[in-house]
Nanobody, 124 residues
């Protein structure tokens, strides 16, 4: 397993930007797919975006793919989620997650490592 610590959440006005960070530690990080999920108050956990640690391939939930960008810095063992043109409906707790060897998955049950979450609030 890997250990994950998120940071970078906060309050922003609609149309603004935030960058979330997820610092990862553990062995064999290159084997993992890293993802961001989010959970709005009273709603189910939702997949947002993911990136393969070694190849850097990415995939997104449709509603964010033109506004959010996931990336990673191998030297810092950190994954980022750059969020632009934020909308009030993006308000949620954002979680970083990792799965070992299942690139392409959007299924939360396949992600075995999770961070503690960071709150993102977008005001209208």
């Amino acid at each position: 397993q890997v250990q994950l610590v998120e940071s970078g959440g906060g309050l922003v006005q609609a149309g603004g930007s935030l960058r979330l960070s997820c610092a990862a530690s553990g062995r064999d990080l290159f084997l993992y797919t890293m993802a961001w999920f989010r959970q709005a108050l009273g709603k189910d956990l939702e997949f947002v975006a993911a990136i393969g640690w070694s190849g850097g391939g990415t995939y997104y939930e449709e509603s964010v793919e033109d506004r959010f960008t996931i990336s990673r810095d191998n030297a810092k063992n950190t994954v980022y989620l750059q969020m632009n043109s934020l909308k009030p409906e993006d308000t949620a707790v954002y979680y970083c997650a990792a799965n070992r060897g299942i690139y392409g998955s959007r299924d939360q049950t396949q992600f075995g490592s999770w961070g503690q979450g960071t709150q993102v609030t977008v005001s209208s």
